[in-house]
C-alpha cells in the first residue's frame, strides 16, 4: 500500500471545466498533480482524460472498480439530487473505496470545490487520530449533517468497514425503490447510532467553507477593529443549484481560475 496522501476527483460528461478548474486550483496552492487521481466513466474518456492527462495527474475509468456500461453514466452535467446524479456519487464511493486498498490515506473533493490554500498536511495530521473528517454543511441540527462533497479517509478497519456497510446498503435496495443518497444513507446510519462520530473529525467550518459561508471570503470592512484573520483551505460551493450558478459563486469567491469570457 502506497503510505503517502492523494487527492481523488470524479469528472462527467458536462463537468470539463470543472475539472481544469479544479486541477488549476490544485497546482496553485502545491499539490503535486501526480497525487490526483481522476475517475470518470468510459462514456467522457474523450473530454476528460485529456485534461487530466496535460495536468499530469492520475485518470482512472469507472470500470477500474464499478460501473462500465457508458448507457447508465450522464452524456451531460445533471442537476443535484436526480437518480443519475445519485448513481454518479455511488460510483464515487465505491472509487473511495478501491482507493483505500491502494492507498493509505485518500482525501476527496467535489468540482465545485475551490482550492485556497493546500490542506493536505492539516488532514494529514487530524488522520493521526481520526480515520474519517468532513465538511459539514452548517446547519442547526445534531447530529450534524456530514458533507459528501469533501472528506477525508485513512484507510482503517473503522472506515472500510463503514464504506462496506454503505455500500452493501446500496446494493441491496430493491429494483423500483426510490434512490437514497450516499450523504442522506449516512447521515440515517449515524441518526441510530450516534456513536459512529467518535471516528469522525468535523472540520471547522472557517477552514473548510460551504456554499452558505461565502461571505467568509469577501473583502468587506469589519464594524469594528478585529484581530487576526480567516485563512479557509477550501471553499465548497455547495448550497447552489447549476452549474451557471456555481462559477458565479467560485467567481465572487475569488475560487474561479478561468476565463469566463
Not at 116 to 123: E, I, K, N, V
Not at 135 to 143: A, C, D, I, K, S
Request: glycine share 8%; proline share 7%.
Amino acid at each position: 500500500m502506497n503510505e503517502h496522501v492523494i487527492v481523488a476527483l470524479v469528472a462527467t460528461k458536462g463537468l470539463e471545466d470543472f475539472l481544469e478548474n479544479s486541477l488549476t486550483g490544485l497546482a496553485r496552492v502545491g499539490v503535486d498533480p501526480r497525487i490526483v487521481h481522476v475517475a470518470r466513466p468510459d462514456n467522457a474518456a474523450d473530454t476528460i482524460d485529456p485534461i487530466v492527462l496535460n495536468a499530469g495527474a492520475v485518470v482512472h475509468s469507472f470500470g477500474e472498480f464499478g460501473q462500465s456500461s457508458p448507457n447508465a453514466m450522464p452524456e451531460r452535467y445533471v442537476d443535484y439530487g436526480t437518480e443519475p446524479f445519485i448513481a454518479v456519487n455511488w460510483e464515487k464511493v465505491r472509487y473511495i473505496r478501491w482507493l483505500l486498498d491502494r492507498y493509505r490515506h485518500v482525501v476527496y473533493a467535489d468540482l465545485d470545490i475551490g482550492w485556497l490554500a493546500d490542506p493536505l498536511w492539516y488532514l494529514d495530521a487530524v488522520a493521526k487520530f481520526y480515520p474519517l473528517a468532513f465538511q459539514t454543511e452548517g446547519l442547526r441540527r445534531f447530529p450534524p449533517l456530514l458533507c459528501w462533497g469533501f472528506l477525508s479517509t485513512l484507510s482503517s478497519n473503522t472506515t472500510l468497514r463503514l464504506l462496506d456497510a454503505m455500500l452493501g446498503d446500496y446494493d441491496a435496495r430493491p429494483a423500483g425503490q426510490p434512490q437514497v443518497d450516499e450523504q442522506n444513507t449516512l447521515d440515517a446510519m449515524i441518526a441510530k447510532n450516534p456513536g459512529l462520530l467518535g471516528n469522525v473529525y468535523l472540520l471547522p467550518e472557517a477552514l473548510f467553507v460551504n456554499g452558505i459561508g461565502y461571505r467568509h471570503l469577501l473583502s468587506e470592512p469589519a464594524v469594528a477593529p478585529l484581530q487576526g484573520t480567516i485563512e479557509p483551505f477550501v471553499f465548497h460551493a455547495n448550497w447552489t443549484v447549476g452549474l451557471a450558478n456555481k462559477r458565479k459563486l467560485m467567481t465572487q469567491t475569488g475560487t474561479w481560475l478561468l476565463d469566463t469570457n
